[in-house]
């Protein structure tokens, strides 16, 4: 139990382009919903959290009307990334939570998104 | 303010055990996690503390002392497979559930 997928798993845009990335919880719903980045041989950066029906908390820094973040339902959030720039490349995880799992996080498989 | 303080690196034979050590300071506490990530791979839950003690499952075993702001994950038997990054992450109880990662451990599992 507790599977979460992301899709795609990697996605090569131009520069200027928008990508959305999907992340759904397969076998429970979840409440909340978080998204990460990760730079290589870093650890993770959460750069928002998202409960479903409300607008996403996003992190100190990180521009909300570039990284769109839409928690539609219990087992879907998206994160877009409008207009793209090469230092957006970067490893996009989300992992989303629940009551009934205690509240741990679940990951997805991450997005390796990379601009050109 | 927030620390949490793992080694940067361990290097440890197959077959042995290894333990990897957490320090942490938060504003609050509602319990800490380890996980496990494999290179170009997003983390996977490995455990849960968040009363005083040890859990154990399977090769892995997670302690936790609150009074101490101190966690260990062992893992025992060591195989290859086990050459990984592990995160060590605190979950404040006032923050909608976020976690505080750690920077992670790198372990080199050697033959």
């Known amino acids: 139990g507790a599977v979460v997928s992301q899709h795609p798993s990697r996605v090569i845009c131009k520069s200027g382009t928008s990508v959305k990335i999907e992340c759904r919880s397969l076998?429970?719903?979840?409440?909340?919903m978080f998204w990460y980045r990760q730079f290589p041989k870093k650890s993770l950066m959460l750069m928002a959290t998202?409960?479903?029906?409300?607008?996403?908390?996003?992190e100190q820094g990180v521009e909300k009307d570039k990284f769109l973040i839409n928690h539609a339902s219990l087992t879907l959030s998206t994160l877009t990334v409008t207009s793209a720039h090469p230092e957006d490349s970067s490893f996009y995880i989300c992992?989303?939570?629940?009551?009934?799992?205690?509240?741990?996080?679940?990951f997805g498989p991450g997005t390796r998104l990379l601009v050109l | 303010g927030q620390n949490i303080d793992q080694p940067t690196e361990m290097t440890a034979t197959e077959g042995a055990i290894v333990q990897i050590n957490c320090t942490y300071q938060?504003?609050?506490?509602?319990?800490l996690f380890w996980y496990q990530q494999h290179a170009g791979e997003a983390p996977t839950f490995l455990s849960y503390?968040?009363?005083?003690g040890l859990e154990e499952k399977g090769r892995f075993s997670s302690f936790l002392s609150r009074s101490k702001g101190y966690s260990y994950l062992l893992l025992k038997e060591l195989q290859m497979k086990d050459s990984a990054s592990y995160l060590c992450?605190?979950?404040?109880?006032?923050?909608?559930?976020?976690?505080?990662f750690g920077q992670g451990t790198e372990l080199s599992v050697k033959p």
């Open positions: 992992s989303a939570s629940a009551p009934t799992l205690r509240e741990t996080q679940y």
């Open positions: 998202s409960n479903e029906g409300s607008k996403a908390t996003y």
């Open positions: 076998d429970f719903q979840a409440t909340t």
């Open positions: 938060t504003s609050g506490f509602n319990g």
């Open positions: 992450a605190v979950r404040e109880d006032n923050q909608g559930g976020k976690l505080i």
């Open positions: 503390n968040v009363l005083d």
